[in-house]
Each structure stands twice: as C-alpha cells, then as structure tokens.
C-alpha cells in the first residue's frame, strides 16, 4: 500500500424528503445564490418549484443559470461566471446531474480568477479559491456530489478536460433517491457504467497488499451489478435507486476506495477524446471502451483480473487457465452492459473510424495514459479499432 492523505468536507445529506433541509444548508454562505440546472428536468418533476420554495424561505435572491447541456461546456459556465460577477452572488447551488453540478463547479472556480477558467483544464493554472457550492443530485453516476472534479466541454476546440480542486468540493450534497426515479433507463445505465468504470479505474492496478481497498470495490460493483438492473425494470424502486445512489458516491469521492493505491483514468481520457468530438454521453462512451481496454491490458496483471472474474461475476475457476478466466471475467462485464441497454461498439454511436486518429492524439495530449499499462497514441488508437 502506498502513503496517502485522505480529506473530504463535503456534507452529504441523504434519503427522502431531504430537499427540505435545503435552506438551512445555504443560509450561512449568503443570500445572492446562483441556481445552476439543466434542459428542464427539474421543472418537469417539480424538484424546481420545491427548490425555489426553500431558497425563498431563507429569503434568498435568486439568479438562475438554466440550459447547462449534458457534457457542459465552456460557454455555459461563462455566462454563469458572468452572472455571478454582475449580481456579486454569495453561492453557487446545482440543481441536477453531473453536468450542471460541474458546471456549478467551474463557474465557481471561475468567478474569483482573472484569466479564462479554461486554463485550469488547459493545466496552464491552479485554482486558488472559489466561491462555495453545494448541490441537488437528481441522477446517480458522477460522484461530483462528494468530490473536488469537473469535466467541462470546449466545444470550439473540440476538447473535453477534467480539473480536480480541494476548493470545488461541494458544501453540502443533498442525495433523495426518490428524485432519480424519473431518469430514463438510457441515462440510468449511462450511470450504472459510469459508477462501475470509477471502480474499475482504481481497482485494476499494480499495487499490491491493498485487501480492503480491493474488498471495498468488489462490494460496489456487486451492489451496483445487483440493483442496477432492479432499478431499469423498476424505476420507482427506492431500495434500488438508494443504493445506486450511494454506490456512485461511493465510487468517486477522492479517498474511499483509491487511497494507497496507483489510480489508471487512461479509458475515462480516452472516452473525453471521443466525447470532444462526438458529444456521446460519457456513459456510453464507457460501456464502449472499457471492456476493450480491459482485453488489451488484462496481461500487465492477470491475477487481479483472475480475482475480478471470481469475485465479482463469480466465474467458477474450475480446470480453467489463468487466461480463461480473465477473459470470462471480462466477458461478463461486457454481457452485463449490453443487459442494461448500454452500446457496444463505436458503430452502434454511429461513429466509424474517420476521426479515430486525431481522437487518439488528443487523448494522450498530456502525455501517455494509464498506468495499470502505459498506452501511447498507438495503443489508444488499438483500443479505438477494438472497439469499431
Ligand atoms: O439537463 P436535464 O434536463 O436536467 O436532463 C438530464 C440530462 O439530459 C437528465 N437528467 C438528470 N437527472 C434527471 C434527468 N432526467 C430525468 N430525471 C432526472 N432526475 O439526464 C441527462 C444527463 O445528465 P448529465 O448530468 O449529463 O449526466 P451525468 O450525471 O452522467 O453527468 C455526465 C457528465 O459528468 C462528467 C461526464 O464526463 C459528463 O460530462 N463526469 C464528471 C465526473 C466528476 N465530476 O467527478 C467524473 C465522471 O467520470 C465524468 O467524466
Ligand atoms: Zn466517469
């Protein structure tokens, strides 16, 4: 196991009926509150008027930021960076899914800066300070409820960039599973794949003697493998969507199960490549290319792959080799995405291989992805033709 230092003031409020407790949360940052949503969803399931409600109650001046676009981009948080600084609002509440909790999350980095927020995701700046947030989670996935990232869009220069900052954790995140049960099934297994990748990315690693972290990821993937095919049959199910709800906050939150051990992220920087050209939902671009790198990779480390198909997808290893039972491994993650509804390959996208190199290029922009095994342009573009 590795050093490590583990920090997270994030407030995470969670169960039915929570949205009451909203006011109370944002009363001591200020009065001027920026609402940050997205397309509409909110107003449609009356999670608006209740927010509005609360805000009132606290006697709160409200600027609204409505339209933030799944995959966000820049130009939304401009304009909500603009806003905050004409209104000199207090704090930033996202009302939403990822996107719009990122989005509250730039723009609030955004707001006390000088230069473009783009440089924090260009890696030309640190943030320093931010105005404070706190969040409204109505989609269950991301993890921004309880960490410090967000992945903004620059849809001019076709990149797609993920920043991560101790100063962007959210105050408080308020988790009502019951406001998730009108996500579509689309977007639920978006979610799902997305909470399983987070996993995935610290869970396959070279690391050794790290059994509770390696316990601790094998649990979620069960409890996300279980109730989230529960949850697309019944999407009213509370027992089903609680606990999606906490599996991918569990997932993502800085620490819980990546402390002590060498992270990868090479399939999250190769699904922002793809994402930056084709404006896919980051869920789908998962389910796409995570089985491939998994069968490109599976031999840096082919114990813990052993582990993950017994442990987690109970392969029985019964006179089969090391190999096979990888390889069953993966094939069962790969069986379980196509379950849920979740694509397959590029194609199913819609996407061929014309722009399979300048993806490839962006990816490793930064240099070489990964570290389960360190893939350069030629291995991603490899990836990306697995996955056509
Ligand atoms: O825009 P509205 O109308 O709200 O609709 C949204 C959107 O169309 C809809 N939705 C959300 N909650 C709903 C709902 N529809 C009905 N009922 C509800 N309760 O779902 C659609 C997708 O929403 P979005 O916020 O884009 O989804 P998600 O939460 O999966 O966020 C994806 C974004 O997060 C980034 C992704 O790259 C992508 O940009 N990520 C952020 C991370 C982080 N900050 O830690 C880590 C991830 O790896 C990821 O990269
Ligand atoms: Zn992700």
């Known amino acids: 196991m590795n ?82 600084r004409e209104h000199d609002v207090q704090f930033i509440l996202g009302v939403g899914g ?11 980095a955004g707001v006390p800066y000088e230069g473009d927020v783009w440089d924090f995701y260009a890696r030309k700046a640190r943030v320093e300070k931010a105005l404070p947030l706190g969040a409204v989670l109505t989609l269950a996935a991301t993890g921004t409820e309880m960490n410090g990232n967000t ?9 797609k960039r993920g920043m991560g900052s101790i100063h962007v954790y959210p105050k408080f995140s308020i988790l009502d599973p019951e406001l998730t049960f009108t996500v579509p099934a689309d977007q639920t297994a978006n ?37 989230g095919e529960l949850a697309i049959r019944e999407p009213d199910n509370y027992a089903a969507r609680a606990n999606l709800m906490l599996c991918g906050t569990y997932a993502l939150n800085g620490g819980m199960i990546s402390v002590g051990v060498q992270q990868d992220w090479a399939s999250h920087e190769i699904e922002h490549a793809i994402s930056a050209v084709y404006d896919i939902a980051h869920g789908a671009g998962l389910s796409i290319v995570f089985p491939n790198w998994m069968k490109y990779v599976y031999r840096s480390r082919i114990d813990r792959f052993v582990q993950y198909a017994v442990r987690v997808w ?38 061929g ?30 990836i990306l033709e697995m996955a056509l």
């Not at 799944?70 to 401009?78: A, C, D, E, F, G």
């Not at 300048?358 to 490899?382: N, Q, Y």
Request: glycine share 10%; proline share 4%.
């Open 98 to 108: 990822g996107s719009v909790i990122d989005a509250a999350k730039a723009i609030a």
């Open 314 to 351: 109970d392969i029985d290893p019964a006179g089969k080799s090391d190999e096979e039972i990888a390889l069953a491994g993966i094939q069962a993650t790969r069986d379980y995405f196509t379950r849920i509804g979740a694509p397959a390959t590029l194609g199913e996208a819609g996407i």
């Open 191 to 227: 979610g799902i794949v997305d909470m399983m990748s987070h996993v995935f990315e610290q869970y396959f690693s070279l690391t050794t003697d790290t059994p509770l972290q390696e316990r601790l990821c094998e649990s979620i993937l069960k409890t996300v493998i279980e109730n």
């Open 353 to 382: 291989r014309e722009k399979l190199d300048v993806m490839a290029e962006d990816a490793v922009r930064f240099g070489p992805l990964g570290s389960f095994r360190k893939l350069e342009k030629d291995d991603v573009k490899a």
């Open 3 to 84: 050093n490590f230092a583990f920090y997270n003031p994030t407030k995470i409020v969670f169960g039915r009926g929570t949205v009451t407790e909203l006011g109370g949360l944002v009363e001591p940052y200020g009065k001027r509150v920026l609402l940050v949503y997205g397309g509409g969803s909110i107003k449609r399931n009356g999670l608006y008027d209740q927010v509005l409600r609360q805000l009132k109650g606290i006697g709160a001046e409200v600027y609204e930021l409505p339209g933030v676009e799944p995959n966000p981009r820049l130009t939304s948080v401009h304009r909500g960076i603009e806003l905050c």
């Open 151 to 159: 992945v903004i869009t620059n849809w001019e220069i076709n990149q």
